[in-house]
C-alpha cells in the first residue's frame, strides 16, 4: 500500500533514530568491554573491592542496554504495525488477482515490515562494529587484526549465498502457498460437482500434493537459515580463540599486559557478537524487505475528477486492450460498454476505478463513492439489513422500499433480520445482482457501474432495475455487457473490440 503522508515521515523517522541508536549502543557496548578488562585485572592483581563493584557495574550497565533496546523495539513495532493497519484498506479496495498473495497474508506482511527499524538497528551496530579493529589493533598488533579481518570477509560470501537461496525459495513459497489457498476454495466451491462425479479424491489429493510441496519448501527454506546460523557461530569461535591464543603466548612472554590483552578478545568476542546478530536476523530483514514490497501497490495514475465529470479517460489503454479509450461520464450520463466476451470489458472499468494499472494514458474518476455491481460482487455473512446499510443508519422504511423497487418481495425479504447465509448461498444469481445494487444505491453514489449483469436477469427483473434506475435521473450509470444492456435509452456508446 502507498504510505499516507502522515506514516512516510514516521517511518523515516525511526529508520533514522535506529541507525543512531545503534551506532550508539556499538560503542557503548565496546566501552563497557573495556571496563571489564579493567575490572578483571583488578580481581587478577589483588584488588577485589574494585574489581568486583565494576563488575557489578558493567553487568548492570549491559543489562539496562539491553532492556532499553528491547523496550525501544517493542514500541516502535507497535506503532508502526497500528500505522499501516490504519492504512490497509487501500489493498481491499483492490480486487485480487489470479496468483495473487492473500489478503489475510497481509496481516503477516505488516508485522514483518514493522520490524524494520530494529533490524536497521542490527545493522548500524554491525557496522559499528566494524570499528572494534581499531581497538584490537591497539590491544594486540596487527596479527590479532589480521585474524578478525580475515574471518570476517569469510563470512560475507556465505551470507550472500545464504540470502539469494532464501529470496528464491521464499518466493517459490508464496507462490505454492497462493496456488494452494487458491485450489482449496475451488474444490470447496465445486465440492457437490465432484462428489457426483465420484472425483473427490482427485481434489483431495491435489491439494495434498501442493500442500506436500508447500512444506518441503518451508523445511528447505529452515535448513538455509541453520546453515547460515552456524556459519556465523562456526567463524565467531574460532576467532575468538585464535586471538585468545595469540594474545596467550603474547602475555606469557611478557610483550602484552593482561588489560590489553583481555580488551582484544573481549573486544573480538563484542565485535562477532554484533555481527552474529545481524547474521541472525539475516532472514528476517530479506522477510521485512518483502513485506514492504507486498504492502507496496503499484500507482494506478486515476486522480480525483470534477464534481460533475465523474470519470474521465484521455488515451487510455489497458492491460487486456490496446485500444485507446476516451470517454467522460458526467452526472445523469448512461454509458453503454459493448464488446464480446474476454475483450477486455471488465479490465477496463477497474482501471477507470483505479483497480487496474493503465498502460498508457490518463484516468481521473470521482472522489465520492462509487456503486459496483457484478456476476461475482460478493455478499456478506450476517443479517439481510447489515448487507444492504453496511453499518450506516437507515429506516427499514427506506431499505424495504429499495428492495421493493428492485422486484426484491416476499417473505425472504420482508424480514431484514434474516441472516443470510455465505456469500447468498441459497439466493439466485439474479437476487445476488440485485441486493449488491441495492445496496450500491442505498449509499446515494454518483455513479453506478454494472460489470454485464443483464444476463442473470429474467425479463421481469430487467424491467425492475430499468425502472428503479430512470427515478434516479441524477445517477451516471457506466453498464458494460455483451448484448442485453439494462440500459435502453443510453446517453453514449463506446465498443470494445479485439
Known amino acids: 500500500m502507498a504510505l499516507t503522508s502522515s506514516e512516510r515521515p514516521t517511518s523515516a523517522a525511526y529508520l533514522r533514530s535506529a541507525r543512531v541508536l545503534g551506532v550508539l549502543a556499538s560503542l557503548f557496548t565496546?566501552?563497557?568491554?573495556g571496563l571489564g578488562a579493567v575490572a578483571i585485572n583488578d580481581l587478577a592483581h589483588g584488588d577485589a573491592i574494585a574489581g568486583v563493584w565494576l563488575l557489578v557495574g558493567v553487568v548492570a550497565l549491559r543489562w539496562a542496554l539491553a532492556s532499553a533496546l528491547e523496550e525501544w523495539g517493542?514500541?516502535?513495532?507497535?506503532?508502526?504495525?497500528?500505522t499501516r493497519r490504519h492504512a490497509l484498506v487501500a489493498h481491499f479496495s483492490m480486487p485480487r488477482r489470479e496468483g495473487e498473495r492473500a489478503r489475510g497474508d497481509l496481516a503477516l506482511a505488516i508485522d514483518q515490515a514493522s520490524t524494520s527499524p530494529?533490524?536497521?538497528?542490527l545493522k548500524a551496530s554491525a557496522g559499528a562494529s566494524l570499528l572494534g579493529v581499531v581497538a584490537i589493533f591497539w590491544a594486540a598488533g596487527w596479527l590479532p587484526l589480521v585474524?578478525?579481518?580475515?574471518?570476517?570477509?569469510?563470512?560475507a560470501p556465505f551470507y550472500q549465498r545464504a540470502g539469494r537461496r532464501s529470496e528464491a525459495m521464499a518466493t517459490q513459497y508464496q507462490e505454492r502457498r497462493a496456488l494452494l489457498e487458491a485450489r482449496q476454495l475451488e474444490v470447496l466451491q465445486h465440492a457437490p460437482e465432484l462428489r457426483a462425479l465420484g472425483a473427490v479424491t482427485y481434489g483431495a489429493n491435489e491439494i495434498a500434493a501442493i500442500s506436500e510441496s508447500e512444506h518441503s519448501l518451508a523445511l528447505r527454506a529452515i535448513?538455509?537459515?541453520?546453515?547460515?546460523?552456524?556459519?556465523?557461530?562456526?567463524?565467531?569461535?574460532?576467532s575468538v580463540g585464535l586471538v585468545a591464543m595469540v594474545v596467550g603466548f603474547e602475555l606469557l612472554g611478557g610483550r602484552l599486559s593482561l588489560v590489553r590483552a583481555l580488551v582484544a578478545v573481549l573486544v573480538t568476542s563484542e565485535l562477532f557478537v554484533q555481527v552474529r546478530r545481524f547474521g541472525v536476523e539475516f532472514h528476517r530483514r530479506d522477510d521485512a524487505q518483502r513485506a514492504l514490497a507486498t504492502l507496496d501497490t503499484p500507482s494506478t495514475s486515476v486522480a480525483l475528477a470534477s464534481n460533475e465529470?465523474?470519470?474521465?479517460?484521455?488515451?487510455?489503454?489497458?492491460?487486456?486492450?490496446?485500444?485507446?479509450?476516451?470517454?467522460?461520464?458526467?452526472?445523469?450520463?448512461?454509458?453503454?460498454?459493448t464488446g464480446p466476451s474476454g475483450v477486455g470489458k471488465?479490465?477496463?472499468?477497474?482501471t477507470l476505478l483505479g483497480?487496474?494499472?493503465?498502460?498508457?494514458?490518463?484516468?481521473?474518476?470521482?472522489?465520492?463513492?462509487?456503486?459496483?455491481v457484478s456476476v461475482e460482487s460478493a455478499l456478506l455473512s450476517g443479517s439481510l439489513r447489515d448487507n444492504l446499510t453496511l453499518g450506516v443508519a437507515l429506516s427499514d422504511s427506506d431499505v424495504t422500499q429499495r428492495l421493493a423497487s428492485l422486484g426484491l418481495v416476499g417473505e425472504r425479504f420482508s424480514d431484514l433480520d434474516v441472516e443470510l447465509m455465505s456469500d447468498g448461498r441459497g439466493l439466485s444469481s439474479g437476487e445476488r445482482v440485485r441486493l449488491v445494487l441495492a445496496r450500491a444505491l442505498l449509499s446515494q453514489p454518483p455513479l453506478v457501474v454494472l460489470d454485464d449483469v443483464a444476463g442473470v436477469l429474467d425479463a421481469d427483473a430487467r424491467a425492475c432495475v430499468r425502472r428503479a434506475l430512470a427515478a434516479l435521473p441524477e445517477l451516471a450509470v457506466l453498464e458494460a455487457t455483451v448484448d442485453t444492456p439494462l440500459l435502453t435509452e443510453a446517453t453514449q456508446r463506446l465498443e470494445v473490440r479485439a
Open 30 to 33: 565496546f566501552s563497557l568491554a
Open 118 to 121: 530494529s533490524l536497521e538497528r
Open 223 to 238: 535448513r538455509v537459515a541453520l546453515e547460515s546460523s552456524l556459519v556465523t557461530e562456526f567463524l565467531s569461535g574460532v
Open 74 to 82: 517493542d514500541t516502535t513495532t507497535a506503532r508502526l504495525r497500528s
Open 309 to 337: 465529470e465523474l470519470l474521465v479517460a484521455n488515451g487510455l489503454v489497458t492491460e487486456a486492450n490496446t485500444g485507446v479509450v476516451n470517454l467522460v461520464v458526467r452526472r445523469g450520463d448512461r454509458v453503454v460498454i
Open 147 to 155: 585474524i578478525t579481518v580475515a574471518l570476517l570477509a569469510l563470512a
Open 355 to 372: 483497480w487496474r494499472p493503465l498502460v498508457t494514458g490518463v484516468a481521473t474518476r470521482t472522489g465520492g463513492c462509487v456503486g459496483f
Open 346 to 350: 471488465t479490465t477496463l472499468l477497474h
